[in-house]
């Protein structure tokens, strides 16, 4: 039995650059790893199964479709992998993605182009660190880590990525002006986001950054607000890690 962690990444900036013949978006951004981690146990079995606990379980999915499980065929190994999960569930910090990363690490599995196969976020989940992410999220360049204070704000809300990029193709591919081009599509496919984050906003006093394809919003540093106006909104102090 081998216990990881696991780390949230946070995509600080994000430009769609193309979109491939297959359907796969391309993508230049900036990304980094948390100090914020699920705990992924994983124990050697003769057949794949997934338990998840923890205070983000609710929606997790258990079956073929949690991505660890796929990271475990690509790596052509069975285990039960056990996740207690302390990442947001759809909240663009790659809590998924980690997971099949760790379980990548656990296996010996060190082929960053063929994790991408997984997940778009493996790639970098299982570098981890600072790096520019190009292609479809597989080529990874390291950037030099420099510790930032982060302040994530969580609506009771979850986003699906695929909606997302479906949403910035059928707007004609827009540009965010806020470091990310998914923003506009994701308040477009979810309205309550831009409800949350004027919420936001007007309780901190700088306009938020969305995080990925959301659900989660941030600003660089921790941030003072008024507590009274972020009601059903958690607030998490983190930060970068080397």
């Known amino acids: 039995m081998t216990t990881l962690d696991a780390y949230a990444k946070l995509t600080l900036t994000l430009a769609v650059t193309g979109v491939r013949a297959d359907g796969f978006h391309l993508i230049d951004a900036h990304m980094v790893s948390l100090d914020i981690a699920d705990k992924v146990t994983i124990t050697k079995a003769d057949t794949t199964s997934i338990s998840v606990t923890g205070p983000y379980a609710q929606g997790v999915p258990t079956d073929h479709t949690n991505i660890a499980h796929a990271a475990l065929q690509l790596a052509n190994r069975t285990a039960h992998v056990a996740i207690e999960k302390n990442i947001p569930h759809g909240g663009g910090l790659g809590g998924g993605s980690t997971d099949a990363a760790a379980v990548l690490r656990w296996a010996g599995f060190t082929d960053v182009v063929s994790s991408a196969t997984v997940g778009a976020d493996v790639a970098f989940c299982l570098s981890g660190g600072s790096a520019r992410v190009t292609g479809i999220g597989e080529i990874l360049e ?40 998914l923003e506009p599509a994701a308040l477009h496919a979810y309205p309550e986001l831009k409800t949350w984050r004027d919420t936001i906003e007007s309780a901190i006093g700088i306009r938020p950054r969305l995080a990925g394809s959301g659900a989660t919003w941030f600003a660089l540093g921790h941030t003072q607000q008024d507590s009274a106006q972020l009601a059903g909104v958690q607030v998490v102090y983190t930060a970068t890690r080397p």
């Open 142 to 181: 390291p950037v030099p880590a420099v510790g930032t204070k982060i302040t994530l704000f969580i609506p009771p809300i979850q986003v699906s990525t695929p909606a997302v990029y479906k949403a910035w193709d059928q707007l004609g591919g827009p540009t965010g002006d806020n470091g990310n081009d």
